[in-house]
């Protein structure tokens, strides 16, 4: 069937299924931004659009006097940027999508947009295709390529002169947003379409339905691509294919609908910050658990690393993407491809969550128990039941616990000052 250019039409599109699949991506936030490093993704609006004073003292302290937001592309190199050096990183953090920016607020393009003279990777700063090449290496990895775009840009003068007349007029949408966003699709054939910067004006400001009509009727990706939900205010949540709802967004219960939680490692921005301290970096044991949770409750975790403006991501977030990666390696059985299991933790207590393949369930505990003896109060085991630690070669000893529910008794683990790695999954076979 074709799709109409309405939310009624295009809400009914199942969402392709590899993205449920999936469960695992990792976000990169790259732009002129990485420049400055300093305060965050939004450091040209904080300054020149709020006029904040800490922001204008930084500028005045590290830059020569009258400089210019524009002069900082020159400076966004991508000296060290290697494509495949940046694929084989997510691979080994067990990373199944990748979303780049190709564009933010800032207007600037990590490719060279037809309709973003001199604004662009291509024409100014790396002289290179940014886009392009991170999808080759991906693609060689067999991961599959997010685009991130935003829709608005801070300080373009057409979007200014849109927005004062209340967004009756669609001069940027016409000239700006939408020739890029046809551009990216017919170049770069995403897998993926991550919206943003839309809250601003209404779905008919930015022909958000027209976009999608064409994406899923005649586009080159059609069958293949998912989108989000951000594409005009009062659309997160509702429309769109996969639901984001906000940044770091946690249901509380299961949702019915596909969503994604999008984490940083660094908690305080989503691009680099030189001054970055070890404390606002995200440990291993609260990734784990955030993926733990997200996939448990049904959505995808998608956690972002912001690269330096020479195009290196740094140790500390290579580590903790290798960390995820060896976690998963162990346990990502009861991770990639698992649905919700019709209880999705243990009510006594948050460090117990389940993830299910078929008939197998999988209990994925976050505090190793002290007596290493695991309670379960939701599986109702039966004479046949198989209880198996990822990782861990052999059976495990269980019991019926008095009243309902299993104990399982863990293999001893050896004493040690430090508290032992976070998560680790049960397998169940033959429990309901």
């Not at 780049?100 to 700063?125: A, I, M």
């Not at 019915?256 to 291993?284: Q, T």
């Not at 198989?386 to 019991?399: C, D, K, P, R």
């Not at 430090?418 to 397998?427: D, E």
Request: net charge neutral; proline share 7%.
């Amino acid at each position: 069937p074709r799709y109409r250019p309405d939310w009624a039409s295009l809400d009914a599109r199942p969402l392709p299924a590899w993205f449920d699949r999936a469960k695992v991506g990792v976000f990169v936030h790259w732009g002129v931004f990485s420049v400055p490093a300093w305060g965050s993704e939004w450091f040209w609006w904080h300054w020149q659009g709020q006029h904040d004073a800490a922001y204008e003292r930084f500028v005045r302290r590290r830059f020569p006097p009258g400089t210019t937001y524009a002069e900082f592309a020159a400076r966004f190199t991508a000296h060290d940027f290697q494509p495949r050096q940046w694929a084989q990183l997510f691979q080994r953090a067990g990373a199944r999508y990748v979303v780049l920016t190709t564009k933010h607020h800032e207007g600037f393009t990590n490719w060279g947009s037809p309709v973003s003279w001199n604004w662009n990777s291509v024409d100014t700063g790396p002289h290179r295709d940014l886009v392009g090449e991170l999808g080759e290496a991906l693609r060689e990895s067999n991961i599959r390529y997010g685009l991130y775009h935003s829709l608005m840009e801070w300080f373009n003068p057409l979007y200014l002169a849109d927005k004062q007349s209340d967004f009756k007029t669609q001069s940027f949408i016409l000239k700006k947003t939408m020739p890029e966003l046809y551009d990216l699709v017919l170049k770069y054939k995403p897998d993926l379409i991550w919206s943003d910067g839309d809250w601003e004006a209404p779905d008919s400001y930015w022909n958000s339905t027209s976009f999608l009509a064409w994406l899923y009727n005649d586009s080159p990706v059609k069958d293949t691509v998912v989108v989000n939900d951000r594409w005009g205010r009062g659309c997160s949540c509702r429309h769109g294919g996969f639901y984001n709802c906000a940044d770091k967004y946690r249901p509380g219960t299961l949702p019915d609908h596909k969503w994604e939680m999008c984490s940083s490692l660094d908690k305080l921005s989503w691009g680099y910050r030189s001054n970055m301290s070890l404390a606002e970096v995200m440990d291993e044991r609260s990734m784990i658990e955030e993926l733990v949770q997200t996939v448990s409750l049904g959505g995808n975790y998608l956690l972002n690393v912001g690269p330096t403006k020479e195009g290196v991501i740094v140790p500390i977030f290579q580590e903790r993407l290798l960390a995820l990666g060896r976690w998963l390696d162990t346990n990502g059985e009861a991770i990639y491809e698992s649905q919700p299991w019709r209880v999705q933790m243990e009510n006594t207590t948050d460090a117990v969550w389940y993830t299910s393949k078929g008939p197998v369930v999988f209990a994925i505990f976050l505090l190793w128990p002290l007596d290493s003896v695991l309670h379960l109060c939701s599986p109702i085991p039966s004479p046949g039941t198989q209880v198996t630690l990822l990782g861990f070669g052999g059976t495990l000893e269980w019991q019926k616990q008095p009243g309902k529910g299993m104990l399982i008794t863990l293999p001893y683990m050896l004493p040690s000052p430090l508290p032992p790695q976070s998560g680790w999954a049960v397998k169940l076979e033959g429990v309901k």
